[in-house]
T-cell receptor
Framework: GDSVTQMEGPVTLSEEAFLTINCTYT??????LFWYVQYPGEGLQLLLK?????DKGSNKGFEATYRKETTSFHLEKGSVQVSDSAVYFC???????????FGQGTTLQVKP | GAVVSQHPSRVICKSGTSVKIECRSL??????MFWYRQFPKQSLMLMAT?????????EQGVEKDKFLINHASLTLSTLTVTSAHPEDSSFYIC???????????FGPGTRLTVT
């Protein structure tokens, strides 16, 4: 079945460091891919998305490219801030059911 | 916009009682709503999919008699945890999709604590 695998956390970075959170997926069909962010005690917020191969999603300095050849959707940011500290979830939108399948989440902690 | 609200945001109840959680789409009609459960430091587990006017579809392993879902209108779905026990304590999150769209919009979540 469809699945999403994220790199294990926690990831601890200094402010202004470069961020990469790896995400790979297994899917049948042509899924959409998403990154969600969850701040402490809150629900999920959509960070960015890509709906087809080679699309690049971007928002708030974060970006991710839908790579069909490597079945990946890695999240990157050139310079993280303390306010980026949160849990990041990679997700796959199954094209046949509309359900979202989440990775296990990666906790990012950015230190000043 | 696409705003989803949940009420209450936090609830504490005694073991054996029932608790209702509401999920509302505030500025759009939601043909489908999803209910998730999130354990501490873990991912979201889909509990059920709810379509307006029809019975919810539960994921494997989720007790439908314990987690009652009602989707009475295009803007409201409710999750009732019946005869709650401490192991039901969790963070419950709903999401909603617009007509002909797969994108899900999430509510802020409800923290349930059963004592």
């Amino acid at each position: 079945g469809d699945s999403v695998t994220q790199m294990e956390g926690p990831v601890t970075l200094s402010e202004e460091a470069f961020l990469t959170i790896n995400c790979t997926y297994t899917a049948t069909g042509y899924p959409s891919l998403f990154w969600y962010v969850q701040y402490p005690g809150e629900g999920l917020q959509l960070l960015l998305k890509a709906t087809k191969a080679d699309d690049k999603g971007s928002n708030k300095g974060f970006e991710a490219t839908y790579r069909k050849e490597t079945t990946s959707f890695h999240l990157e940011k050139g310079s993280v801030q303390v306010s980026d500290s949160a849990v990041y979830f990679c997700a796959l939108g199954a094209s046949n059911t509309g359900k979202l399948i989440f990775g296990q989440g990666t906790t990012l902690q950015v230190k000043p | 916009g696409a705003v989803v609200s949940q009420h209450p945001s936090r609830v504490i109840c005694k073991s054996g009682t029932s608790v209702k959680i509401e999920c509302r789409s505030l500025d759009f009609q939601a043909t489908t709503m999803f209910w998730y459960r999130q354990f501490p430091k873990q991912s979201l587990m889909l509990m059920a999919t709810s379509n307006e006017g029809s019975k919810a579809t539960y994921e494997q392993g989720v007790e439908k008699d314990k987690f009652l879902i009602n989707h009475a209108s295009l803007t409201l779905s409710t999750l009732t945890v019946t005869s709650a026990h401490p192991e039901d304590s969790s963070f419950y999150i709903c999401s909603a999709t617009k007509t002909a769209s797969y994108e899900q919009y999430f509510g802020p979540g409800t923290r349930l604590t059963v004592t």
